[in-house]
């Protein structure tokens, strides 16, 4: 997240880490993506986190070597709990070249605590998605766009934006615009905060309902190019469906 400030899993026990325990070394925490509990054994994610193919056989992807990190403000630490996958649905409709329907849903071997999850905005919840609306991401990605990650949870205060200005941010590919219908963007005039590489798959946050989560945006806090979303209204029946 840049240009964010610290926060704690004790304020937003629902955002947790994903982490391969193959990715890096001991003493690194092996985090790679954001994530959402949204119930006690269902955590949701971006699809891209999976890379382009899901859990692709060889890599540090791997369903066992994987964890959901709960509970630990910083990686650095070992407060909290590791649990384990039982299962990961990347969306098969996931487009790596648009990055349409970026959304997995992994189901935990054990239960979170239900204080620890957070709804779902659903279609009925139009006013979280207003443009103007305030909303908060959160994560342990790069806080400056070259490469520097925090070992502590960070959080920032973004803008949603119309539908209209996210597809202007983005124009030009084969059908006008790379803004799909299942995603949103949410920036800050004049740039300066944002999502940025490592978030990717954690929460932006309305009160208290979940509507996006960190996909794709090009370079990070830029003046011009608000940070995109999956729209969690557009995915949570396929949530529903994989749950
Ligand atoms: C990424 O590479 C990424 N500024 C995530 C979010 C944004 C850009 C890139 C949005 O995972």
Not at 13 to 30: D, H, I, M, Q, T
Not at 64 to 87: H, M, N, W, Y
Not at 180 to 203: E, I, L, T
């Amino acid at each position: 997240v840049v240009g964010g400030s610290p926060t704690s899993t004790d304020r937003a026990p629902w955002v947790v880490a994903l982490a391969s325990r193959k990715r890096f070394g001991s003493g690194r925490s092996g985090q790679f993506c954001g994530a959402v509990a949204v119930a006690p054994r269902t955590v949701i994610t971006a699809a891209h986190c999976f890379g382009r193919e899901a859990l692709g056989v060889g890599d540090w992807r791997q369903l066992p070597d994987l964890r959901v990190i709960a509970g630990r403000t910083d990686l650095s630490g070992s407060a909290g709990q590791e649990l384990k996958l039982s299962q990961v649905w990347a969306n098969p409709s996931f487009d790596p070249d648009t990055n349409a329907g970026d959304i997995a849903v992994i189901t935990l071997a054990s239960a979170l605590p239900k204080e620890a999850t957070i709804a779902m905005a659903d279609a009925s919840d139009t006013d979280d998605y207003r443009a103007g609306t305030q909303a908060h991401v959160y994560g342990w990605g790069d806080t400056t766009g070259r490469g520097t990650y925090s070992d502590t949870l960070r959080t920032a205060t973004v803008t949603v934006f119309s539908d209209t200005a996210c597809a202007q941010a983005y124009p030009g590919s084969f059908d006008g615009t790379y803004v799909r219908a299942s995603m949103m963007c949410a920036g800050a005039k004049g740039g300066g905060k944002d999502a940025c590489q490592g978030d990717s798959g954690g929460p932006l946050v309305v009160a208290d309902r979940v509507i996006g989560l960190v996909s794709w945006g090009s370079g990070c806090a830029e003046a011009a190019y608000p940070g995109v979303y999956t729209r969690v209204s557009a995915v949570a029946s396929l949530v529903a469906a994989h749950s």
